[in-house]
């Protein structure tokens, strides 16, 4: 959602709103459907004396009225439509509701200025948190605070919720959203074996060549150039390249620039803030910095391009096109935590050949803390809704955030994805169910488990949180019986040669990680002077990274950067920069004061 749409149409969604709530208008969700749908039981996620809450949520007394249907307005989902498959079966089961997903990332910004316009943003939204509180002022979001204590799994994370609440301008009390992906961890804790970023490789081609040493970003090149010279297509003879790179993602999340480039800026311990870099030493330096980490790793694709490594399609492909090629085997180099799922399976561990985190020497790893107070998104309800969709809407909310939700929602289907033991441990089942699109059992509704997968993309618990059925995280890489079934010759070698146990492991004992607190702060929003200069820069950012990844040499990339740079400038670039600083030092105090 681009911010300089957001505060313009806000204000004539706020005169809107006023304009409707005089006319007393309807509360239904239009389209929602009039037949009625019997309750049927679905097999149960988890079992056991801490799910009793969970009763509360499935059992409502409103789920037992006619099928009734609610919009989502969500951020987070890549897909637009109604819920279908196995994951729309467990919500009508428990709440004979049905999910209909309204999703900007597909629609177009333009869809939020249509439905706030019309003071009805949606019956549940996922917005970013840092338009939440402009969506609270125009009137758009409900305020939850006279129900939310009545629903036992959500004032679980009553101290999370407040501190969000309590960020907002002016607020008094009113509850109007709930974090996402919160845990029941700590703010600095850093509880995963693997962070989000970090270089990834085939262990087999890797061991192939001797396992290197690799020094730095030249080396890594290096061995990548030798595995794709020793293996240039798939077992199908489909070309392989160790990068296969997508532009569908630039500009989100708060960032500027090429998502594939920000990511991997925290490489170096630096971690983009808007147009400003944060550095290991806590300071800020401009984006545009030549001695800064987005011109390095630009020009490390640069290099890679020239080197011949970097799919031709980059650039031009959507995130779905190389997704295909990961699952396919056509990539060398992954980079985030999640990627490797659409490769690595227990087979492929067992056979060796599936992707782990390889050290290269001159890197310093940034890693935010376990998202305790939550991530950059926020769950709200829309302040349209009133009376049975109120109360359904709350109790399925409160199952979100439940034990049996989020056993749904991060592990899927028992007696499919898992299974449960005496000892209440799951292990995992058919785990290659998400990338091969298994068909699901008739019985939990039939079809491609991908398919049926749950569409909201968002979580209101983050899956590294424990699990009190079992009593191990959500998340199946750290259930014992995945670290038993996957304690392979692979790992082994791995854990000889780095002496370590996992990736964070070498990371923590080397040295080399540095974990940012999470904290939760209300930072400012944009003047519209302002995020009319970023969406230019941004815009201007993007369009020269990527005719710079393709540059021919040295001298037409410097030449381009420092052409992107004076159009910058001209827009106003250094405004910009001055007003991120400012924005983000808020968030970087409260980090350190964690931090003492």
């Known amino acids: 959602m681009k911010r300089k749409k957001i ?35 679905t097999q149960d996620a988890a079992a056991g004396d801490a799910q009793t809450d969970d009763s509360s949520a499935a059992g409502g007394s409103a789920a037992a009225g ?40 597909v629609a177009g910004d333009a869809v939020f200025q249509t439905r706030a316009s019309s003071g009805n943003l949606g019956d549940i939204l996922v917005l970013e948190r840092s338009d939440f509180a402009d969506c609270v002022d125009a009137g758009l979001v409900k305020d939850i605070s006279a129900e939310i204590g009545n629903y036992p799994n959500l ?52 061991s192939e060549l001797g396992c290197p040493e690799i020094a730095d970003l030249n080396g890594l090149l290096d061995v990548l150039e030798d595995m794709m010279k020793a293996h240039p297509t798939n077992e199908n003879g489909d070309p392989a390249y160790p990068f296969s790179l997508w532009a569908d993602w630039d500009g989100g999340d708060g960032m500027l620039g090429i998502a594939n480039v920000v990511q991997l800026t925290t490489w170096y311990g630096e971690k983009i ?73 227990q087979d492929r561990l067992k056979a060796g050949n599936a992707f782990i985190f390889t050290p290269v020497k001159d890197q310093i790893y940034y890693a935010d803390a376990d998202s305790y107070y939550g991530s950059t998104r926020v769950f709200a309800v829309g302040s349209q809704v009133e009376g049975e ?76 949180s424990t699990n009190p059925n079992s009593g191990e995280s959500y998340t199946c890489q750290y259930w014992s019986s995945y670290k038993e079934a996957t304690m392979t010759d692979m790992k082994r070698e791995w854990q000889e040669k780095f002496d370590a146990q996992e990736p964070v492991d070498y990371m923590k004992k080397n040295n080399v990680l540095l974990i940012s607190p999470n904290v939760s702060v209300s930072l400012p929003s944009d003047s519209s002077d302002i995020s009319v200069i970023r969406n230019q820069c941004n815009d201007t950012l993007c369009d020269y990274s990527w005719r710079m990844i393709f540059a021919k040499d040295d001298a037409e990339f410097d030449a381009m950067w420092d052409e992107m740079c004076t159009q910058m400038d ?25 931090a003492e």
């Not at 989902?77 to 819920?83: I, K, L, R, T």
């Not at 467990?90 to 990332?105: C, G, M, T, Y």
């Not at 106003?572 to 350190?592: T, W």
């Open 7 to 41: 505060l313009s149409v806000l204000l004539a969604a706020s005169m809107t709103i006023s304009m409707l709530t005089g006319c007393g208008g309807g509360t239904d969700t239009p389209g929602a459907a009039d037949n009625s749908q019997s309750t049927t039981d």
């Open 66 to 105: 006619d099928l009734m249907q609610i919009e989502i307005y969500d951020v987070a989902a890549n897909y637009q439509g109604v819920q279908s498959g196995w994951f729309d079966k467990v919500v009508k089961d428990r709440f004979n509701l049905e999910l209909s997903i309204i999703a900007p990332q």
């Open 155 to 206: 004032i679980q994370y009553k101290d999370q919720i407040d501190v969000l609440n309590n960020g907002l301008p002016g607020n008094s009390g009113q509850t109007y959203g709930i974090p996402s992906e919160m845990t029941n961890t700590s703010p600095t804790s850093y509880t995963q074996d693997v962070i989000y970023s970090s270089p990834m490789l085939r262990w087999d081609l890797y």
């Open 273 to 345: 803030k808007g147009s400003a870099i944060l550095k290991a030493d806590n300071t800020f330096t401009p984006l545009t910095d030549k001695n800064a980490t987005y011109y390095k790793i630009l020009h490390f694709l640069n290099d890679a391009q020239r080197r011949g490594l970097v799919d031709p399609d980059s650039g031009t492909q959507d995130w779905n096109s190389a997704v295909a090629k990961m699952s396919a085997g056509q990539v060398y180099l992954m980079w985030y935590s999640w990627q490797v799922g659409f490769w690595n399976s």
């Open 389 to 464: 969709k109120y109360e359904r809407i709350m109790e399925f909310l409160d199952w979100y955030a439940s034990p049996e939700g989020l056993t749904f929602q991060h592990d899927g289907i028992e007696g499919f994805n898992y299974s449960v033991g005496d000892d209440g441990k799951f292990t995992l089942m058919n785990d290659n169910a998400l990338m091969d699109n298994l068909p699901v059992p008739e019985e939990y509704g039939g079809g491609g488990y991908n398919d049926g997968n749950n569409a909201i993309n968002q979580w209101i618990v983050a899956a590294i």
């Open 570 to 594: 001209g827009f106003g670039f250094q405004e910009l920069y001055e007003a991120d600083v400012a924005k983000y030092q808020i968030e970087l105090d409260a980090k350190l004061a964690v």
